[in-house]
């Protein structure tokens, strides 16, 4: 196990944010992601349209995918 100082809790919340998502739920709103990783809908909101900038995440209307 790492030191916790060496431990990025961000990246860590931005793949899970990634791991919501499985070939059963492809496709999921804001709440959706938010309500699977544990996190406000705010700080969700910010990891996918982050995600969708960066090019691994795609929105269409109200549903996110990756």
Not at 14 to 20: D, H, K, S, W
Not at 55 to 64: K, N, P
């Amino acid at each position: 196990m790492i030191n916790s100082k060496d431990f990025v809790e961000s990246l860590d919340k931005g793949l899970a944010i990634i791991e919501a998502f499985d070939t059963a739920a492809s496709r999921l709103t804001l709440s959706e992601v938010a309500a699977r990783v544990g996190i406000t809908r705010a700080a969700a909101r910010r990891f996918l349209l982050t995600l969708t900038e960066l090019g691994y995440a795609r929105m269409d209307e109200r549903h996110f995918s990756l």
